[in-house]
């Protein structure tokens, strides 16, 4: 069901600054994308088959604001990569496991995503994702 680690969600006031540091260990921004639902904007840095996602918000009323706001900039989420994100949220639903979003809801890339609470997750809030189909993202 769990295919591998897709990205670390890193919460950050500025990507441009945040992504200095990442520069220095010779990473670089792939692509960056804003992603209107979430009022976000996101940055993409590859490291191996995973990556590490910026997240910066572009409006005041974000939830990464709110986040940044309450815990300050740091890590925000990890994300899990499925082969079918409707499927894996039935078979959590079914074993009790609360969850943030009962459906899927668009993410960056085209993907389809969805969040775990932490109160099931010891504490880490996961999002699932399932990837845009080839050539869809």
Not at 10 to 19: M, N, P, R
Not at 42 to 70: P, Y
């Amino acid at each position: 069901m769990i295919k591998r680690i897709a990205h670390v969600g890193i919460a950050t006031q500025s990507i441009a600054a945040a992504s200095e540091f990442y520069n220095c260990l010779g990473l670089e921004l792939n692509r960056v994308e804003v992603v209107e639902d979430q009022k976000v904007k996101v940055a993409i840095l590859e490291v191996g088959d995973s990556a590490i996602e910026l997240i910066e918000a572009t409006q005041e009323d974000s939830l990464i604001k709110r986040f940044m706001d309450k815990r300050g900039p740091g890590l925000h989420h990890m994300t899990l990569e499925v082969d079918n994100l409707e499927e894996q949220l039935a078979f959590l639903r079914e074993k009790g496991i609360r969850l943030i979003d009962e459906k899927p809801r668009q993410g960056a890339e085209g993907s389809l995503i969805a969040f775990v609470h932490p109160d099931s997750t010891g504490g880490v809030l996961i999002e699932l994702s399932q990837p845009a189909p080839e050539g869809l993202s």
